[in-house]
């Protein structure tokens, strides 16, 4: 059976001096936007309260809660912190990845890119830490979101970050950041190459009655019409039932709006885990043993202790053909793409698998324990005229890799 590992993983490493940021990131917001000691010394409860209006009690959060400079301040040394040690391993897969590489190498001269409720600019300052081939380019980055102060705060951050990773004066750099006070829906000047919005959704559907297929197919539209015609969208939620329900059904309306899913799907087909009530999700699953010890010990001064950061996502393009290489009719193995979702289960007679995705539907894919990791892709030779084993509990195919 020929089977394999494919490096098409969803993370990658960072750049070194990438990571030394990500590392001091804490020192960097200190001389950006210096606390005291005394403000230095309630954050962990400040980050306490604000995870709980951010989570379990956001029918007390008020409007513009983000322009408040305390809450502000505990977002950023804390959510912020954690969301670069997430998002930026998964950016970085986006340049060695063969089919998500291709949008970046098929950008025009000076392209446009648009970041939807981008905060702080997590999402811009992510990509220039993990993909240092976007550096050069002559780029234009609309930053959106209802706070000013926080898009402001984002931009001293930027240029301290740029400062420290790339060897030119901040005049001299090619990224020209446009901050723009105002909801999803506000125009901006031109239409862009690329949209990213990061942790933005779940703000805007966590407490309407509508249907998150209308709701998905709503923002779909919207979406898209901030883009050209050879555009690219990577959306990015928290990695709950509910925000997995939603990249799913997001990801439905960019296929029929002949969108070619890039990653982290393996094929074109209708998702398997889709995430209905009781069912399984899609996400991704990062261990947090290498984060940086001191955001680990703020964690813990906070009461929030985290061993692992978890995410759903979509990345969709014009730009890229279809990266679903269909099995070939005629071949005796065709070979089935799958991508691992799951962490590792126990299974009967001493086995371990992970649920992942595949053409064929959810999939249990049996291999050693320690050699997959969730979003790990891999490679299974079908072997056609037999019948794939069904697992009882799940109904997923099995399939088994030898590595």
Same mark, same amino acid.
């Given at each position: 059976m020929n089977n394999k590992l494919v490096d098409k993983n969803l993370f990658s490493k960072l750049p070194e001096e990438s990571q030394k940021i990500i590392e001091t990131f804490d020192e960097i917001v200190q001389r950006v936007k210096p606390l005291n000691s005394k403000q230095l010394y309630r954050m962990p409860e400040t980050i306490k309260e604000l995870s709980h209006l951010l989570t379990d009690d956001r029918n007390s959060?008020?409007?513009?809660?983000?322009?408040?400079?305390?809450? !502000?301040?505990?977002?950023?040394r804390y959510f912020m912190w954690w969301n670069l040690v997430r998002l930026s391993p998964l950016f970085a897969g986006f340049e060695t990845n063969p089919q998500t590489k291709q949008v970046f190498q098929n950008l025009p001269e000076n392209p446009v890119f648009l970041d939807l409720g981008s905060g702080p600019l997590t999402v811009p300052i992510a990509l220039w830490l993990a993909c240092p081939s976007l550096r050069s380019k002559k780029l234009t980055f609309y930053c959106l979101d209802t706070s000013q102060n926080a898009l402001s705060f984002g931009e001293e951050l930027f240029l301290s970050i740029v400062a420290k990773t790339y060897k030119a004066t901040p005049e001299q750099v090619e990224w020209n950041i446009i901050r723009v006070k105002g909801e999803i829906g506000t125009e901006i000047r031109k239409k862009a190459d690329f949209i990213t919005c990061g942790n933005m959704f779940n703000e805007l559907y966590w407490n309407t009655s509508k249907p998150l297929e209308e709701i998905s197919k709503n923002y779909t539209n919207l979406l898209l019409s901030y883009g050209n015609e050879k555009t690219s969208v990577l959306v990015i939620e928290p990695g709950v039932p509910r925000s997995g329900r939603f990249i799913t059904l997001l990801r439905n309306s960019l296929i029929r709006k002949k969108m070619t899913i890039l990653s982290p799907c393996? +094929?074109?087909? *209708?998702?398997?885990?889709?995430?209905?009530?009781? &069912?399984?999700?899609?996400?991704?699953? !990062? /261990? #947090? *043993?290498?984060?940086?010890?001191? /955001? +680990?010990?703020?964690?813990?001064?906070?009461?929030?202790?985290? *061993?692992?950061?978890?995410?759903?996502?979509?990345?969709?393009?014009?730009?890229?053909?279809?990266?679903?290489?269909?099995?070939?009719?005629?071949?005796?193995?065709? $070979? %089935?793409?799958?991508?691992?979702?799951?962490?590792?289960?126990? !299974?009967?007679?001493?086995?371990?698998?992970?649920?992942?995705?595949? +053409?064929?539907? /959810? #999939?249990?894919?049996?291999?050693?324990?320690?050699? /997959?990791?969730?979003? *790990?892709?891999? $490679?299974?030779?079908? +072997? $056609? &005229?037999?019948?794939?084993? %069904?697992d009882r509990k799940s109904g997923a195919v099995i399939l088994e890799l030898s590595v």
């Open positions: 959060r008020r409007a513009g809660y983000m322009n408040d400079v305390p809450t !502000l301040s505990a977002y950023i393996p +094929h074109m087909v *209708d998702c398997p885990m889709e995430g209905k009530k009781g &069912g399984k999700w899609c996400h991704f699953t !990062l /261990l #947090t *043993d290498k984060a940086p010890k001191k /955001l +680990h010990k703020l964690s813990d001064s906070a009461k929030l202790s985290k *061993d692992r950061a978890s995410f759903s996502f979509v990345f969709a393009s014009n730009v890229v053909d279809s990266v679903v290489e269909k099995p070939v009719e005629n071949s005796k193995n065709p $070979q %089935i793409d799958i991508r691992v979702v799951s962490d590792p289960i126990r !299974l009967p007679r001493e086995k371990t698998g992970r649920y992942a995705c595949s +053409h064929l539907g /959810l #999939t249990l894919l049996e291999a050693p324990e320690k050699a /997959l990791s969730s979003g *790990d892709f891999a $490679q299974v030779s079908s +072997h $056609q &005229g037999t019948s794939p084993k %069904i």
